[in-house]
């Protein structure tokens, strides 16, 4: 028998709807409107400075809080680039790590005690330099230090890093939209939904491919993403396994430390997997212990971001379930490496 899944939180139910709680907040969201104003007004006029690369950078981030699929963007978005002719690197803030005054700089395995989860996701999944730091200029300037090569950049998050200056900005969002519409913290949003008319690119996870055709003649360009499967792997040894061999088998259990755990839950129903238990786990979860040892299962099966983390408790139980990212514009990594070129320092 399967766990009961999680609703909503009330806090989470006023901000996708609206109601007493959003209302009584209101006042602050005003504040939050403010101060994001007054923040933007200060770059906009050089009173705050912003560091422009000597290289083009790409931004993907979001405006509502929490997870909505912004990791498998920037993969694709590298992966992408690269295929193009481009050399990609990666800066990010390094979530959760303290850093120091210095960024980090690394390639291929990094450890995501020093780097982060998603960092290190990133570089594995890639290949690419990661520059992680909170200032990401700092960021940017240390990986081009360390890499002349890379002649592009993509942000890791940091829409609303103002600091790094950047020449394309995607934003990615789910099914949630903008929620209530309202700001931070009587809404979902750390700015504006007006935002969302100022950039480039609006990726919308929506979950499963739902047929229609692209829609590219308009801007911001509107996309549909949905994130597909792969084959697990069993993070003990190395050895993958198609994900169709785990459907229908007993005492298997899923667990996810993401944004939003009941995304990676609905992914194993909708490929055949019905698990006897979920465990949703904080976003970015460190597994400095074992949260698994209250499920009885045979197999456990994580995402990516949990499984860079979790090699070190030598769970045998233990598969990841890798995703990549699908999108509805076939043309959209054509369309991001022309507007590099167009908009490339000469």
């Known amino acids: 028998m399967s766990t009961p899944r999680s609703s909503p939180s009330l806090l989470a139910r006023q901000w996708q709807h609206g109601g007493w709680l959003s209302t009584l907040l209101s006042p602050l969201a005003a504040l939050t409107a403010w101060a994001v104003a007054r923040k933007r007004a200060a770059y906009a006029s050089g009173a705050k400075p912003s560091y422009r690369a000597p290289v083009p950078v790409v931004v993907v981030g ?4 929490g997870g909505t699929g912004k990791t498998p963007v920037v993969i694709a978005t590298v992966q992408g680039l690269r295929a193009r002719g481009f050399t990609p690197g990666v800066v990010s803030r390094g979530y959760g790590v303290k850093i120091g005054p210095d960024a980090r700089v690394g390639v291929g395995a990094l450890a995501a005690n020093l780097y982060g989860d998603e960092p290190a996701l990133i570089a594995r999944a890639t290949g690419a330099p990661v520059s992680v730091h909170p200032k990401r200029a700092l960021a940017a300037r240390a990986l081009l ?15 609303q890093h103002l ?5 394309i900005e995607i934003v990615v969002q789910d099914a949630r939209g903008v929620g209530n519409g309202r700001l931070l913290p009587a809404g979902p949003l750390r700015e504006p939904a007006q935002r969302l008319r100022d950039v480039d690119v609006v ?6 491919p739902d047929g229609r055709p692209a829609d590219s003649g308009s801007r911001p360009r509107p996309v549909r993403m949905w994130l597909e499967p792969g084959d697990a792997r069993h993070i003990e040894d190395g050895a993958t396994r198609p994900l169709s061999a785990f459907a229908g088998q007993p005492r298997i259990a899923a667990a996810a430390g993401i944004g939003n755990p009941e995304r990676f839950f609905t992914t194993l129903r909708a ?15 460190d597994y400095a212990e074992s949260p698994f040892q209250s499920l009885s299962a045979d197999t456990i099966l ?45």
């Open 62 to 65: 979001n405006i509502y809080v």
């Open 145 to 159: 230090h360390a890499h002349p090569e890379v002649d592009v950049i993509v942000s890791d998050d940091g829409l």
């Open 163 to 167: 600091a790094l200056a950047r020449d």
């Open 203 to 208: 990726v919308t996870n929506i979950g499963e």
């Open 271 to 285: 490929a055949g997997i019905e698990p006897e238990a979920t465990l949703p786990l904080p976003d970015h979860h």
């Open 302 to 346: 994580v995402t990516s971001k949990d499984a860079i983390k979790c090699a070190a408790l030598h769970d045998r139980r233990l598969w990841e379930v890798p995703v990549q990212a699908a999108f509805s514009d076939p043309q959209l990594f054509d369309w991001l490496a022309q507007a590099l070129r167009l908009r490339a320092p000469t």
